[in-house]
């Protein structure tokens, strides 16, 4: 048995290739997925909706408690688990990290007593064995993009959604923090009239009650007919990349992930920051952000304020392989190789090494 450890929902689409590999390799998976009550109904219906072979917990000591009693032959975590240590010697251990891009925790998580990591590219690997000389790193690659390199993703169905299959899609995915969603114009769907408008926020600013002006933010947006807004249950950027010309995003592995489809991305550098991440306490921003940010803020265009948004996306559409060369540099450096096999040789690993 191996199981998935579903700390957050947003975990699944790096992990459901994984487990597409495993089962069809006659393996036996489970997902751990925490009860939450601000969120049981979309974890519910993600849960139907994936056909997942699922197992609640209310917690992390409940989630070792089955690990132990059960002993998985791995658990595969999305990211640290601090009670990594007492499943030494029961259960083998592996940490797939639910995301590329320039945020320290990346290389952080790796402090977490987890036996295995899997890594995008070499000089990823290269860079946590210096940070961390006694772990174990396998570069494998982006397990995640596996389903659009293999054609398996097909994207969605534009005009189902109710917006116009002539138009170019724009899709917006900012992260929770720091986002620009709180510095884009109140009207700005209007103002992208000639686009269709995909909106896929990060799960927590449609399900955390702290994220509610975001929320309330995005639900504006999407009353404008050419806007369609995902909804939480809707975990999966997959078939929004796959269906989007080009993207706009801030510091989210978003940006990272649609480069390595080889697709236009605009940077928008007008983050909204708290008041405790202002000032002279910038330095925490510094901090959540690895420096990372600017060795790569040439794999897109960008935007330094929201009125400078709309002639750079519209620049990137009419010349959408003007960043290509910094595109496949980076991409090479953050995500390793996407050859749609990253899966597979993950659970080659897995299962040799068991």
Request: proline share 5%; glycine share 4%.
């Given at each position: ?9 947003y ?59 059960t ?73 995640k993009?596996?389903?659009?390199i293999?054609?398996?993703?097909k ?36 103002q ?96 959540r ?10 794999v ?9 948004l ?13 960043y ?8 090479e ?6 050859d ?12 040799n090494?068991?």
């Open positions: 048995m191996i199981y998935f450890d579903v700390l957050h929902p975990y699944l689409p790096q992990y459901l290739p994984v487990a597409k590999e495993l089962q069809q390799r006659s393996e036996s998976v489970k997902f751990v997925i925490y009860n939450n009550k601000e969120q049981q109904s979309v974890l519910r219906t993600l849960v139907e909706l994936h056909q997942l072979d699922a197992v609640w917990v209310d917690n992390e000591a409940q989630a070792l408690a089955l690990y132990i009693s002993k998985a032959s791995w658990v595969i975590f999305g990211n640290a688990f601090s009670r990594a240590s007492q499943l030494k010697g029961v259960s083998k251990t592996a940490l797939m990290e639910h995301g590329i891009g320039p945020k320290s925790v990346y290389y952080t998580v790796s402090q977490s007593d987890i036996d295995v990591r899997f890594v995008e590219g070499q000089y990823r690997l290269n860079r946590l064995q210096v940070m961390f000389p006694d772990k174990v790193f396998i570069d494998t690659g982006y397990a993009l596996d389903p659009v293999q054609g398996v993703e994207g969605l169905d534009i005009a189902k959604l109710g917006l116009d299959p002539n138009k170019p899609t724009l899709l917006y995915a900012p992260t929770f923090y720091p986002s620009s969603i709180q510095n884009m114009a109140k009207r700005w769907p209007e992208f009239s000639e686009y269709n408008i995909l909106l896929k926020p990060h799960y927590f600013s449609l399900t955390k009650p702290s994220y509610q002006k975001q929320k309330e933010l995005l639900e504006h947006w999407s009353t404008y007919e050419n806007v369609y807004l995902a909804g939480a249950e809707e975990a999966n950027l997959l078939p929004f990349m796959v269906s989007a010309d080009i993207l706009i995003s801030d510091a989210s592995s978003a940006l990272f992930e649609f480069a390595a489809l080889g697709k236009p991305v605009v940077w928008c550098d007008f983050y909204y920051l708290r008041w405790s991440y202002r000032g002279i306490l910038k330095f925490r921003f510094k901090n952000v690895d420096q990372d940010l600017y060795k790569y803020a040439d897109a265009a960008h935007a330094k304020t929201y009125p400078k709309k002639e750079v996306v519209d620049h990137q559409l009419a010349f959408p392989q003007s290509k060369p910094m595109r496949e540099k980076y991409t450096e953050l995500a390793g190789i996407v749609g096999k990253c899966s597979h040789r993950i659970v080659d690993y897995l299962l090494d068991a």
